[in-house]
């Protein structure tokens, strides 16, 4: 295919999406590799026939289906092409009984994407956005990206024989950068912040026959994130817990679990209980939309990220206002946390419950503890925590390392140098 952009193609059998539609105004378009809405430049959204997957799809099927997001292929926007599966999804969902008491609440959980392909959540939208990439007839994949996107992207792109570009900020953590150019792809730093990052892609995504997954492509992208809702309630024997607690970037995770758990609902595979209150998280370097939240705002004002999480440094929030939505109607609460307290975070969960999380995860962490804190979710609320990245990427947050003590290897020293550390 040459001319990717003017594509149009029918959804796969196995799947019942019936098209995109524009958020704002609703109108209706074909499965095209597009974003904006060409009336009102509102985000276009994949919408499924869920009468269909209602007929059609039981959680006898879904627990027969592969260990990876696409047993849930039914709600997602499989299209004509062979997927890009390197196995995104279907990670732990851990009781956290030892974070819960120290913190006091009852039941908690930890749904853990460190154990990706890639170490993140991404995984899972570049899997989706990759598959949709294929179908249209893209040869280069390419993105703006905070870290973990780049490393999903040079992975997967890598694995599919596509060629890969993606943008950074020049600053990213050096783990980032390593984990995105062993894939051999093409890596351009900018100098400048993501938000600069961004504005550029935008610029080249007009520009470009690529598949710039988290623009022309982010309908689809966007899609990959439900799946972490959908294994949470499947994890959970089939039902929703009372609350979630998501870090927020550009808003497209939250808006996105939020969604899936209502999809779940609509299509009978859970009870219809109380909806789930979504939580947001972010960093006091760069929350606009905790700011927003806290003072009522309806919409996000642009800020200057300065926060050491980086995979969370968006100061214009493309979904921050669904976000806002999202959370309010649900009956949550964005936490914005303190810079100081995301190493905090970091070593409280490594510490209670032997995982260890980057930047972004220590954030929500301390987020949980916050929100707990403040009421805003209450002891006995069964809540589940979306821990999103690994913290071996971002080394530098616990400041310089080096053993508890070092000793001539002698029995002697070893001894007395015990004797002082377990004192
Ligand atoms: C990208 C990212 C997020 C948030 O993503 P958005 O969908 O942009 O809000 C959260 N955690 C980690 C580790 C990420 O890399
Ligand atoms: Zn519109």
Not at 151 to 172: K, T
Request: net charge negative; aromatic share 6%.
């Amino acid at each position: 295919m040459t001319d990717p952009n003017a594509s149009v193609l029918l959804a796969d059998p196995r799947s019942a999406v019936s098209g995109l539609r524009c958020r704002e105004c609703g109108q209706s378009y074909e499965i095209t590799a597009q974003h904006a809405c060409e009336f009102c430049f509102g985000p276009l959204e994949v919408v499924y026939d869920l009468e269909r997957v209602r007929e059609t799809c039981s959680r006898a099927a879904i627990e027969a289906g592969p260990p990876s997001m696409w047993r849930y292929a039914p709600l997602l926007p499989v299209l004509s092409a062979e997927r890009v599966d390197i196995g995104a999804g279907w990670t732990r969902l851990r009781q956290a009984p030892r974070l819960a008491a120290e913190l006091g609440l009852h039941k908690l959980w930890i749904k853990s994407d460190a154990g990706n392909p890639t170490n993140s959540f991404k995984d899972r939208v570049v899997s989706v956005a990759l598959s949709a990439a294929r179908s249209f007839g893209y040869e280069v994949a390419a993105c703006a990206s905070t870290g973990n996107l780049a490393n999903a992207v040079a992975a997967h792109a890598a694995a599919a024989g596509m060629e890969s570009v993606v943008f950074i900020p020049a600053d990213l953590e050096p783990a980032k950068i390593a984990a995105t150019s062993v894939y051999g792809g093409t890596v351009v730093g900018i100098d400048g912040s993501y938000d600069d990052v961004n504005r550029l892609c935008a610029q080249l995504a007009g520009e470009r026959p690529w598949a710039f997954v988290n623009m022309n492509l982010r309908p689809f992208y966007a899609e990959g994130s439900k799946t972490l809702a959908f294994e949470v309630a499947e994890q959970l024997g089939w039902r929703r817990p009372d609350a979630v607690v998501v870090p927020v970037a550009s808003g497209s995770l939250l808006t996105k679990v939020a969604k899936g758990f209502r999809e779940l609902d609509a299509v009978g595979l859970v009870p219809a209980s109380e909806s789930v209150a979504v939580h947001g998280a972010q960093a006091e370097g760069c929350s606009p939309v905790a700011a927003a939240f806290a003072s009522g705002a309806r919409d996000v004002q642009t800020v200057r990220a300065h926060t050491i999480a980086k995979s969370l440094a968006i100061g214009t929030p493309a979904d921050g206002h669904y976000a806002l939505e999202e959370v309010r109607s649900s009956g949550g609460a964005i936490a914005g946390v303190p810079e100081g307290d995301i190493e905090a975070g970091i070593r409280l969960l490594a510490r209670t419950e032997g995982i260890f999380t980057e930047t972004a995860g220590g954030v929500t962490v301390s987020a949980l503890e916050q929100l707990v804190r403040q009421g805003a979710i209450a002891p006995d609320e069964e809540t589940v925590v979306l821990i999103t990245g690994i913290g071996l990427k971002t080394l530098d947050a616990l400041g310089p390392v080096s053993p508890s003590t070092t000793v001539r290897p002698s029995l002697d020293a070893v001894e007395r140098a015990l004797e002082e550390v377990l004192r």
